[in-house]
């Protein structure tokens, strides 16, 4: 049975950083896109950045880009999003989900999602 938990949200001052970590289980990070979403209230949840191992690297929303790193430890099948410089507007619940195939920005194209974790930034 596949299942992604999030964890590391926190509050944290503008300026700081936070590290999230998704752990996945039921299936190998390697043969999925994995995805980090994000929603504030009133908001449409929207992509943070994506991996894929074939091909490999990840894309990042351009408003994170420089400040947000995706990473994975495939021994602990764990996936993890860096977040440096953190600002009021990176407020939201975070979430990892999983896919097949290609990264997409399209958050109804993904089959599995975590419960979220809670990142707040104050200014």
């Known amino acids: 049975q596949v299942h992604l938990v999030e964890s590391g949200g926190d509050l944290v001052q503008s300026g700081g950083s936070l590290r999230l970590s998704c752990a996945a289980s039921g299936f190998t990070l390697d043969d999925y896109a994995i995805g980090w979403f994000r929603q504030a209230p009133g908001e449409e949840r929207e992509g943070v950045g994506c991996i894929r191992s074939s091909p490999g690297g990840a894309i990042y929303l351009a408003s994170v880009k420089g400040r947000f790193t995706i990473s994975k430890d495939n021994a602990k099948n764990t996936l993890y999003l860096q977040m440096n410089s953190l600002k009021p507007e990176d407020t939201a619940v975070y979430y990892c989900?999983?896919?097949?195939?290609?990264?997409?920005?399209?958050?109804?194209?993904?089959?599995?999602w975590g419960q979220g974790t809670q990142v707040t930034v104050s200014s």
């Open positions: 989900a999983a896919k097949p195939g290609y990264c997409s920005n399209d958050y109804t194209r993904y089959n599995y």
